[in-house]
């Protein structure tokens, strides 16, 4: 799991955007657009008499957690550079992504569990078993929204933002003391275990005025490293669910058998 290893860096960067977060490179979305979010099977209650997700249930799904652990990579603590009461409902445009972000977090428990035994880094196992007891939700956009796109392979505009937070100099030289000096910001928001960089940005575009954020996921595909995917941060209040967003599909992904849908009804 991600984890900031410099809250100096994350103050820096943090400011560094502030000043030019309003700039940031944006992409539209359509009122419809689908996007979809994952999350344990054990929040997903099914309606048996009527087969339906129910809608109080999905509504819950819109709701920002307030998690135990702080392993967002674009939200999450920052003190005392940001207040805390901030984070973030974390989604995928594509579908790719989602399965992409589910495969990295399945191999890495299994990881965690096999160290623990004593035991070898088992092989990773196929992408299509990787959602086995998860429920996908499929969401719906509500009107015109506006993201910040940070999203280099679509968003020619993403490297030069990014290129000008890293050439702020309190930004250098909290890389040069935190031994980053040889590193990028590109890189460094997409480290696996350190969101020291990406987080500092997420929470300024945030407190910028932005409703969201599109990123490519850091997660690789097993077919091919350009098919990641993007991911789509809805920023907000912790515990309150975002606006403007609806759940119309739910579909869950039993140990034995086809997948499941259920649409929403109350």
Not at 66 to 75: E, G, V, Y
């Amino acid at each position: 799991m991600p984890a900031v290893k410099s809250f100096a860096v994350l103050d820096a960067v943090y400011k560094a955007t502030l000043k030019i977060g309003r700039e940031a490179p944006t992409t539209p979305f359509m009122h419809m657009t689908p996007v979809f979010r994952s999350f344990p099977q054990g929040h997903f209650v099914v309606d048996t008499h009527r087969h339906v997700f129910r809608r109080d249930h999905a509504d819950r799904a819109l709701v920002i957690p307030r998690k135990s652990s702080d392993d967002n990579r674009w939200t999450g603590n920052a003190q005392p550079s940001v207040p805390a009461g901030r984070g973030g409902l974390y989604c995928s445009v594509q579908g790719q992504a989602t399965i992409n972000e589910a495969a990295y977090y399945f191999q890495r428990q299994r990881h965690t569990r096999a160290v623990a035994a004593g035991n070898p880094t088992p092989a990773p196992v196929a992408r299509t078993a990787v959602l086995t007891g998860k429920c996908v939700v499929r969401i719906r956009l509500l009107g015109h929204w506006l993201a910040a796109d940070l999203s280099p392979r679509h968003n020619p505009g993403a490297i030069g933002f990014l290129g000008r937070i890293e050439k702020d100099p309190n930004v250098k030289a909290a890389f040069r003391s935190a031994g980053y000096a040889s590193r990028t910001v590109v890189d460094l928001i997409n480290d696996s275990d350190d969101c020291s960089v990406a987080r500092g940005i997420g929470l300024a575009l945030d407190e910028t005025g932005h409703q969201a954020l599109m990123v490519e996921t850091a997660r690789q595909s097993e077919r091919s490293p350009i098919e990641r995917g993007d991911n789509l941060i809805f920023f907000g209040a912790l515990e309150e669910k975002i606006r403007n967003l609806s759940i119309d599909e739910a579909y869950i992904f039993p140990v034995v058998g086809e997948p499941e849908r259920y649409p929403v009804s109350f």
